[in-house]
């Protein structure tokens, strides 16, 4: 069976993978993250190459490599990680009442072989009207500061959101059908990587 390693610390990501029954080795990445100066596609797609390649290089034994990266994109600014409850409260005003997009990067790479791939997903999130009161409520209970938009949307945040467009498991920042989809370009298909003892539901 293929290795897959995880280049990401995101514990959403890998619990979308464990929950297939994918034995998944998680290596965080050292690479600095940008989120500025071009297209939202763009950022998050360099985002996922450079975790992806950074994690490579330090493999000693074949592997494939998944790098991701995700962001909150409103009129095409980014609302990255809050730097503190204050910021996070304010993003999520910002937020709320509007439609936004989520949009991840996806980079794949098979040391054994060298092949590579990547791709990006993007899901329309429309959010509630919120008062200022349920955004402070929020914010108290999740403490959102590692969370781009200063949200999550399972669990307590799952009362944030009116409607998406497209992909929800995108907006918890691994869409996994895009994954398998680009895995299968280089030869690996996550359906027979499945098992059955270690599968579960979410």
């Given at each position: 069976m293929k290795r897959i390693v995880l280049a990401s610390a995101s514990p959403r990501r890998r619990a979308l993978l464990a929950a297939l029954g994918i034995p998944v080795e998680v290596i965080p990445s050292d690479a600095p993250e940008c989120?500025?100066?071009?297209?939202?596609?763009?950022i998050v797609a360099a985002n996922a190459r450079a975790k992806r390649d950074d994690v490579a290089r330090r493999l000693d034994a074949p592997a494939v490599v998944i790098g991701a990266d995700t962001l909150v994109f409103l009129?095409?600014?980014?609302?990255?990680?809050?730097?503190d409850a204050v910021e996070?409260?304010?993003?999520?005003?910002?937020?709320?009442?509007?439609?936004?997009?989520v949009v991840t990067g996806i980079a794949v790479t098979d040391t054994a072989t060298g092949r590579s791939v990547e791709g990006v997903e993007s899901t329309d999130v429309t959010f509630r009207q919120l008062t200022d009161a349920e955004i402070a409520r929020f914010v108290e209970i999740v403490n959102p500061v590692d969370r781009a938009g200063a949200y999550t949307v399972d669990g307590p945040g799952?009362?944030?959101v009116a409607r998406y467009d497209g992909?929800?498991?995108n907006v918890l920042g691994l869409p996994i059908v895009k994954?398998?989809?680009?895995l299968r370009q280089i030869g690996v298909n996550l359906f027979d990587l499945m098992?059955?003892?270690?599968?579960v539901f979410l």
């Open positions: 989120d500025s100066g071009t297209a939202p596609a763009v009129d095409d600014h980014v609302l990255s990680k809050p730097a996070a409260r304010a993003m999520l005003r910002r937020l709320s009442g509007t439609t936004h997009q799952s009362l944030l992909c929800y498991q994954l398998d989809k680009l098992d059955r003892r270690r599968a």
